[in-house]
């Protein structure tokens, strides 16, 4: 048997095990919804349509899946050389990634925003912010403490009790103190109460 023969034959079984086959296409619709796009292989003029992002057949949301942006190229792998079942292997250019658990969800956008199980309870905090609002609060309560004991000073032991003197006393004191918060939402990073 010659080296010819051996390696034809070896070939043709490993072909018999690798059954799939890809092509390259451009994406010209995406349903981010039913998770599918529209792909015109390349040098050809017949779309191919519903081509899946995921390479599962049923309805549930698990994995991860990317989303193709319209006009990007893609690597469709087909099963069986079953055009039916094409489904995207590698997109030139993603606008989202959806990562799904059993527990929860993570969403992350060409924008740089990011959900972690939605966006139902807004932005993360930031902890710089949070912490220079938090001891704002702490420097307004500390000037209100030091004003209200000054302001019991100078209504004096033995003054009508009309406060007038304590609430000026107090008004003085507390006239340059504010509360101002910065935003400390990051809305980069979103999140949500999840399923």
Avoid at 86 to 111: P, Q, R
Avoid at 148 to 170: D, L
Wanted: proline share 3%; with cysteine.
């Amino acid at each position: 048997m010659s080296a010819e023969t051996v390696n034809k034959a070896l070939r043709d079984k490993v072909k018999s095990w690798n059954p799939s086959i890809c092509f390259i296409g451009t994406v010209t619709e995406v349903d981010e919804s039913n998770y599918t796009c529209d792909i015109i292989p390349l040098g050809s003029t017949v779309e191919v349509f519903k081509v899946r992002l995921k390479p599962t057949i049923d309805g549930e949301k698990k994995g991860i899946i990317a989303i193709p942006a319209k006009d990007s190229f893609v690597i469709v792998g087909l099963l069986d050389k079953n055009i039916n079942s094409a489904f995207v292997v590698w997109c030139s250019h993603i606008t989202k990634y959806y990562v799904f658990t059993e527990k929860g969800t993570f969403e992350m956008n060409d924008d740089g925003t990011m959900l972690l199980n939605g966006d139902d309870y807004a932005g993360l905090p930031k902890l710089h912010e949070l912490k220079d609002n938090l001891d704002a609060i702490k420097n307004y309560l500390t000037a209100e403490k030091s004003a209200i004991a000054a302001g019991f000073v100078a209504v004096g032991v033995g003054t009508a009790a009309n406060g007038a003197n304590g609430a000026n006393a107090f008004n003085n004191a507390m006239v340059s103190q504010t509360i101002t918060f910065k935003d400390m939402e990051n809305k980069k990073v979103k999140q949500g109460k999840g399923a």
